[in-house]
């Protein structure tokens, strides 16, 4: 069972299966992986006597060799998915850690942690800084129009002679 387990992991680069299962598929897959990342023939032929499937001794020395070249140890990852209806037993994702995409991209995009003290100690900025550190935008301080009044809106005297008729 582990060594079908572990050629369909491999070729598909995650299972879902009972989170026992897949505790034990870690310690049955991770040596193979170690090996796989030296290529000789002693290698292939002990790999291929735990997994008895040609295609995934393939993939294995071939895509999941050069992904997992620079890493340490810690192939895989285990997610716990909750518990299965039929029986309640708890679930679990096994997946190469290199081969996630998504997480991969996240992580690329994440900014690196800056260590942080929980004191909160630091210089403090003078408001004097924090008026030239903080830019200035346009929508903060609208430009107000100043306009003449216009002719309509000015006030008349009793001098003017536009019209008005005092007899």
């Given at each position: 069972?582990?060594?079908?387990?572990?050629s369909?992991?491999i070729?598909?680069?995650?299972?879902e299966?009972?989170?026992a299962?897949?505790?034990?598929?870690?310690k049955?897959?991770?040596?193979?992986?170690?090996r796989?990342?030296?290529?000789?023939t002693?290698?292939r032929?002990?790999?291929?006597?735990?997994?008895?499937?040609?295609?995934?001794?393939?993939e294995?020395f071939?895509?999941?060799?050069?992904k997992?070249?620079s890493?340490?140890?810690?192939y895989?990852?285990?997610?716990?998915l909750?518990?299965?209806l039929?029986?309640?037993?708890?679930?679990?994702?096994?997946?190469?850690v290199?081969?996630?995409?998504?997480?991969?991209?996240?992580?690329?995009d994440?900014?690196?942690?800056?260590?942080?003290?929980?004191?909160?100690?630091g210089k403090?900025?003078?408001?004097?800084e924090?008026d030239?550190?903080?830019p200035?935008?346009?929508?903060?301080?609208p430009?107000v129009?100043?306009?003449?009044?216009a002719?309509?809106?000015?006030p008349?005297?009793?001098?003017s002679?536009?019209?008005?008729?005092?007899?």
């Open positions: 069972m582990l060594s079908n387990m572990a369909s992991l070729l598909h680069k995650r299972i299966t009972t989170l299962k897949a505790k034990e598929l870690r049955y897959v991770e040596p193979l992986l170690t796989a990342k030296e290529d000789s002693h290698n032929r002990i790999v291929f006597s735990y997994l008895n499937d040609k295609a995934s001794t393939k294995l071939g895509a999941v060799s050069d997992i070249a890493r340490p140890g810690g895989t990852r285990i997610i716990k909750g518990n299965r039929g029986d309640a037993a708890e679930t679990a994702l096994i997946e190469l290199d081969f996630n995409d998504a997480l991969l991209l996240a992580n690329a994440k900014p690196a942690k800056t260590r942080r003290s929980r004191r909160g100690g403090k900025e003078t408001s004097a924090a030239v550190a903080a200035v935008k346009k929508e903060d301080h430009v129009e100043e306009s003449a009044p002719a309509e809106e000015a008349k005297t009793e001098d002679s536009e019209g008005t008729d005092k007899e």
